[in-house]
């Protein structure tokens, strides 16, 4: 099977999308589809219920359950659990030590006066019998599985070093055959919790996250015109930022989110162009008789990388953010499209073509050291994870499209897929404070 030209996809990316998403009520299940080879042992022990609390969440099952995702911990099913303390001074750190344990964590859910719920955790070091981290986190009824994320990132930072991700978001659009309805929804990082922000008899595609993850950009053809939204999530205002004659496409946020990259055919041929969201200036940085799209920005706001098709084939190219010459980034192959930088932005994450086969590859910012994150024959649509552990991305499993997240380091790759329909074009949010 023969990807389209990025031409054809360009003109054509409202027909695609229309294969992309579900129904209503159809939500995000997740199946671990690689090996835990190097994972630390970790146990995360069932909670107590203190003064009869039986919150609706099962706090332990889900931190477990994060941290098994994350490819860096396998967590130890509870069937294999003789014990069950809830307090660092009920734990006999030896029984744990003879189980091989790395860590252990222990907690107890407390009702609130007024309503909702107290989470005292602990999290223990096996090997030393020493106190890690402890901490009590507040919560709804409702908000108990956000605090059971949150709880997993403490634990993964204080175990890796590094963020965890487990609280943050995914954007993704949907669609079925049966309605003919395509729907950009938002949904926690383990699928949990969709809710709907558009739902459209018309292609939806290209969301995009600000950086303080409060609206996302993307791509609407109601009217079956292309225009670019910006969507507040809390409010569900939009407003409508770009409607030109032509192509309106690719939209992404600023790291300071106070400009709006997107590709624009409005003067002739696709071109780069930057909008101020503040004054409304219009800025356009490429004027060349190719098409030029899929603007990303680097971490510090100073450079744009694109596609471009202007030798030929579709590529990478690197400009300044203020405009200027563009440089060619990657060389290695006759297609490299959809880049963007990592957190950190030591590296590129692409699609790429290898023996007609279109696959997720990560390179440093040169497109060199090439390292391939899936095996195609249809992928797409990468994103990073905003700790830059993880890639995330569209690809097709049994002819339907699901999402894949891979860790970036070891351990398991985890399917995301849909009780209905298709889902295809995922951004990962920024880290949520």
Excluded at 13 to 23: K, Q
Excluded at 78 to 100: K, N, Y
Aim: glycine share 10%; with cysteine; hydrophobic share 35%.
């Amino acid at each position: 099977m023969q990807r389209p030209s990025i031409t054809t996809t360009l003109l054509f990316a409202a027909l695609l999308a229309l294969v992309c998403s579900a129904g209503a009520q159809a939500k995000l299940t997740i199946e671990i589809t690689g090996g835990v080879e190097g994972a630390q042992p970790i146990a995360v022990v069932p909670f107590g219920d203190v003064d009869g609390a039986r919150p609706d969440v099962d706090i332990a099952d889900v931190v477990a359950a994060d941290l098994a995702r994350s490819g860096k911990f396998k967590p130890m099913p509870r069937r294999e659990m003789l014990m069950t303390p809830h307090r660092e001074e009920d734990v006999d750190i030896r029984e744990w030590q003879l189980l091989a344990m790395n860590s252990l964590v222990v907690g107890e859910v407390m009702p609130r006066a007024g309503g909702g719920y107290d989470i005292h955790y602990e999290l223990l070091d096996v090997f030393s019998g020493k106190k890690l981290l402890a901490d009590t986190v507040s919560s709804t009824s409702k908000g108990l599985r956000n605090a059971a994320h949150r709880i997993a990132d403490a634990i993964y930072e204080d175990l890796t070093g590094e963020p965890g991700i487990f609280a943050t978001r995914i954007a993704y659009v949907t669609s079925s055959g049966r309605n003919s309805r395509v729907v950009l929804r938002v949904a926690d990082a383990d699928g949990y919790n969709a809710q709907t922000i558009v739902d459209s008899a018309e292609p939806i595609m290209s969301p995009n996250w600000s950086p303080d993850a409060r609206k996302l950009a993307y791509v609407s053809f109601e009217g079956r015109h292309s225009a670019i939204y910006v969507q507040d999530l809390a409010s569900g205002r939009r407003e409508q930022v770009a409607s030109y004659e032509g192509i309106n496409s690719a939209p992404a946020f600023s790291p300071d989110g106070r400009k709006l990259a997107m590709s624009l055919s409005k003067d002739g041929n696709p071109d780069i162009y930057v909008l101020d969201l503040t004054t409304r200036q219009l800025t356009r940085l490429t004027d060349h008789y190719a098409i030029d799209t899929e603007p990303a920005w680097s971490p510090d706001g100073s450079q744009l990388v694109f596609t471009s098709d202007r030798g030929g084939k579709p590529q990478i190219y690197r400009m300044s953010a203020a405009g200027g010459p563009a440089q060619r980034v990657t060389f290695e192959g006759d297609y490299n499209a959809a880049a963007s930088y990592s957190p950190d932005g030591n590296a590129l994450v692409m699609v790429t073509r290898e023996g007609g086969r279109f696959r997720v590859v990560v390179t440093d910012t040169n497109g060199g050291s090439r390292r391939y994150v899936s095996s195609g024959p249809l992928d797409e649509s990468p994103s990073f994870a905003p700790n830059g552990d993880m890639v995330i991305y569209a690809t097709q499993n049994n002819g339907r499209g699901v999402l894949v997240a891979t860790p970036l380091s070891s351990g398991a790759s985890h399917r995301l897929s849909q009780d209905s329909g298709e889902v295809r074009e995922p951004a990962w949010s920024p880290l949520l404070h």
